[in-house]
């Protein structure tokens, strides 16, 4: 009879968990059908080749452009900014408190650390409106009320807790004999940190690197407030851009009538920023695989 039960209760917990994965994948086919159902729309008016082509993104003007290039160069501009402030100092930061630190200061720092990441993304963006942009000013003598170098900034620092937690917890998971035979072939705590223990570490540190430039990918608040809103085709991180996240807010909360073409522009352009989380999900699994493949 308790055997019957406990067969039961296996099977119950089974099907809960079979659910919760269901939901997730059901969630993420209707986003694509959505997605993809108003994209087809839009592009049986706009062509293909001038959306992927065309340097000007106009929709919403009388001479309308409809180049998706002005609005994904500020999109990888500003990630770009915000990889180089997170990534080195994420890392560096991880191998400080797995190599360097005491338990008792890691134990101190690492829930600060994660603070930051549960700091709206609207502080954030007003702290680099009102604070950022000032002091960059004064270092940069011209740089632009809004502009790419400033939420770039604040970008990386919002997302370098993800870089230093999933970085230092694959730190910590290495096995301590790797540690112990690097220093007992003469290396010191430096060479054992960055030539032993971040190799081996190097998948888990991958995945937070993926995962913190998926976030800087699809951040919306900071980019919409101190980015500006004006579609260049740039890389000049003094000057002000708008990224696909911004336009979507500009468009879904203004005055385009639903189910129009301007409409749906904002369905297209989530479309390549979809296309653009998904290709990088799918290369980060590779280079997983092949790092694991390398270290068996």
């Given at each position: 009879?308790?055997?019957?039960y406990?067969?039961?209760k296996?099977k119950?917990?089974?099907?809960?968990?079979s659910?919760?994965?269901?939901?997730?994948?059901?969630?993420?086919?209707?986003i694509?059908i959505v997605?993809?159902i108003?994209?087809f729309?839009?592009?049986?008016e706009?062509?293909i080749i001038d959306?992927?082509?065309?340097k000007?993104?106009t929709p919403?003007?009388?001479?309308?452009h409809?180049g998706?290039?002005p609005?994904l160069?500020g999109?990888?501009?500003?990630?770009f900014i915000?990889?180089m402030?997170a990534i080195p100092?994420?890392?560096t930061?991880?191998?400080?408190?797995?190599e360097y630190a005491?338990?008792?200061?890691?134990?101190?720092?690492?829930?600060i650390?994660?603070?930051?990441a549960?700091?709206?993304?609207v502080?954030y963006?007003f702290?680099?409106?009102q604070y950022?942009?000032?002091?960059?000013?004064?270092?940069?003598?011209?740089l632009?009320g809004?502009?790419?170098l400033?939420?770039g900034i604040v970008?990386g620092?919002?997302?370098?807790p993800?870089i230093?937690s999933?970085?230092?917890?694959?730190l910590?998971?290495?096995p301590?004999?790797?540690?112990?035979a690097?220093?007992?072939?003469?290396?010191?705590?430096f060479?054992t940190?960055?030539?032993?223990?971040?190799?081996?570490?190097?998948s888990?540190?991958i995945?937070?690197?993926i995962?913190a430039?998926s976030r800087?990918?699809?951040?919306?608040m900071i980019?919409a407030?101190?980015a500006?809103?004006?579609?260049?085709?740039t890389?000049?991180?003094l000057?002000?851009v708008?990224?696909?996240t911004t336009?979507?807010?500009?468009?879904s909360m203004?005055?385009?009538?639903?189910?129009?073409l301007?409409y749906r522009?904002i369905?297209?352009?989530?479309?390549v920023l979809?296309l653009?989380t998904f290709?990088?999900?799918n290369i980060s699994?590779?280079?997983?695989?092949?790092?694991?493949q390398?270290?068996e």
């Amino acid at each position: 009879m308790r055997n019957r039960y406990l067969h039961r209760k296996e099977k119950a917990i089974e099907w809960l968990l079979s659910g919760s994965s269901l939901v997730s994948v059901l969630t993420t086919l209707g986003i694509i059908i959505v997605l993809a159902i108003d994209s087809f729309k839009f592009f049986t008016e706009v062509s293909i080749i001038d959306f992927f082509t065309d340097k000007e993104w106009t929709p919403l003007f009388e001479n309308k452009h409809f180049g998706i290039l002005p609005l994904l160069s500020g999109t990888l501009l500003i990630t770009f900014i915000a990889c180089m402030v997170a990534i080195p100092l994420g890392i560096t930061i991880a191998v400080y408190l797995s190599e360097y630190a005491s338990k008792k200061f890691t134990a101190i720092v690492k829930p600060i650390l994660e603070v930051l990441a549960s700091i709206p993304t609207v502080i954030y963006g007003f702290f680099a409106l009102q604070y950022v942009t000032p002091l960059l000013q004064k270092l940069i003598p011209g740089l632009a009320g809004f502009n790419a170098l400033s939420p770039g900034i604040v970008m990386g620092i919002m997302i370098m807790p993800y870089i230093t937690s999933l970085s230092e917890d694959a730190l910590r998971a290495v096995p301590n004999s790797l540690r112990e035979a690097s220093y007992g072939m003469g290396a010191n705590r430096f060479q054992t940190a960055f030539k032993v223990m971040v190799p081996a570490a190097s998948s888990g540190i991958i995945v937070s690197v993926i995962l913190a430039i998926s976030r800087a990918l699809g951040e919306t608040m900071i980019v919409a407030i101190a980015a500006g809103q004006e579609p260049k085709l740039t890389f000049n991180p003094l000057e002000s851009v708008e990224t696909i996240t911004t336009y979507i807010i500009q468009v879904s909360m203004g005055d385009v009538p639903q189910d129009s073409l301007e409409y749906r522009t904002i369905f297209a352009a989530g479309l390549v920023l979809f296309l653009f989380t998904f290709i990088l999900n799918n290369i980060s699994y590779w280079v997983i695989r092949k790092y694991r493949q390398q270290y068996e």
